[in-house]
C-alpha cells in the first residue's frame, strides 16, 4: 500500500477502509500535498474489490480546519493559470469522493471548516459530535467557496448555503443535523461508539446493493420525471434482481439465514 505523508488509509479484515487525514498539528487543514495523496488513496479504494466502505476521518483534536494558511499563501503568489490548477486538483478531489461508488461515512470531531465542510459534504452519510463546528469561512479571508459550492448546496440547499457563506458563521453539530449536512450529532464522548454502530449497520447490507442505490439517486436526484427516467429505474432494478448478491440476498431472505456477506470475517 502507497506511504503517504499527510494522511492515513487503512483497511481492516471487515473491509471498511478508514481514510484519516493525519496532519493533527496543523488541525488536519489541507495543502496540495493532501490533495493529491486524497486523489491517490481514493482511486485505490474504488479498485480495491475488498472495500465495502469509506469512513472519512481526521487525526486529533478537529477533522479538518480547511486550507493550510501557508498554502494559501503560496497559491496567492502563483499567477491566474498556477491558480486554476490548484483549483482544479481540489474540485478533482471534492468530484472524486462524491463520486465514489462505494458508501462514504464521515466522522466529525472539533472544527470542520471552509474545504473541510466540504468533504463532509461529498460523502452519503456523515455524523459528528453536538459541538463540533462548522463554518463556511472563505469571505472573512476574501475568497469563496467555490469548488465545493455544488457539493455544499446539495447537502444542504441553497438558501442556507447562501446564508452560512454570506455570513461566515459557525454552527454545531446539532444545527448540522437540523440542516441535514450530519445525518446525526451525539455527545463527543459518545462519537467514537456510535461510529461503530453505524459502520455495523451498513455492513448489514448488499456491497453491490449499496453501490447501485448510490448511482441509481445520483442519476435521478437532478433528473425530471420522464419517461427515460422511468426506463432507467425499470433496467436498474432488474440488473440487481439478477445480479449474484441480488439472488443471494432474496434466497437467504426466503431460507430464514444470513447472506453472505454478513458473515463474520
Known amino acids: ?24 498539528d496543523k488541525n488536519n487543514a489541507f495543502n496540495a500535498e493532501m490533495i493529491r495523496e486524497l486523489i491517490l488513496a481514493l482511486d ?29 499563501q503560496q497559491a496567492a503568489e502563483l499567477d491566474y493559470n498556477g491558480n486554476l490548477a490548484d483549483a482544479q486538483q481540489l474540485a478533482e478531489l471534492m468530484h472524486n469522493l462524491y463520486h465514489l461508488k462505494k458508501p462514504t461515512l464521515a466522522v466529525v470531531q472539533g472544527a470542520a471548516f471552509a474545504g473541510g465542510l466540504g ?41 442556507a448555503a447562501n446564508r452560512y457563506s454570506l455570513t461566515a458563521e459557525r454552527f454545531d453539530g446539532q444545527r448540522a443535523v437540523a440542516l441535514g449536512l450530519l ?48 426506463r432507467y429505474t425499470e433496467s436498474a432494478i432488474a440488473r440487481v434482481r439478477m445480479s449474484a448478491e441480488g439472488q443471494e440476498g432474496l434466497r437467504a431472505f426466503l431460507d430464514k439465514r444470513k447472506p453472505t456477506w454478513q458473515e463474520t470475517p
Open 119 to 159: 468533504l463532509v459534504s461529498c460523502c452519503d452519510l456523515a455524523i459528528g459530535a453536538d459541538n463540533a463546528q462548522f463554518s463556511l469561512s472563505e469571505v472573512r479571508i476574501g475568497l469563496i467557496p467555490a469548488t465545493i459550492a455544488p457539493f455544499v448546496v446539495k447537502a444542504i440547499g441553497q438558501r
Open 183 to 230: 445525518a446525526e450529532s451525539y455527545p463527543a464522548e459518545e462519537l467514537e461508539a456510535q461510529a461503530e454502530a453505524w459502520i455495523a449497520n451498513l455492513r448489514l447490507n448488499s456491497p453491490a446493493a449499496m453501490s447501485a442505490c448510490k448511482a441509481l439517486f445520483h442519476e435521478v436526484a437532478a433528473a425530471e420525471l420522464t419517461p427515460a427516467l422511468r
Open 1 to 24: 500500500m502507497t506511504d503517504f505523508n499527510t494522511i492515513e488509509l487503512q483497511i481492516d479484515p471487515r473491509g471498511v477502509a478508514t481514510l484519516w487525514l493525519n496532519r493533527p
Open 44 to 72: 485505490a479504494i474504488g479498485a480495491d474489490k475488498s472495500v465495502r466502505l469509506l469512513v472519512l476521518r481526521g487525526r486529533g483534536k478537529h477533522f479538518c480546519a480547511g486550507g493550510d494558511l501557508s498554502w494559501m
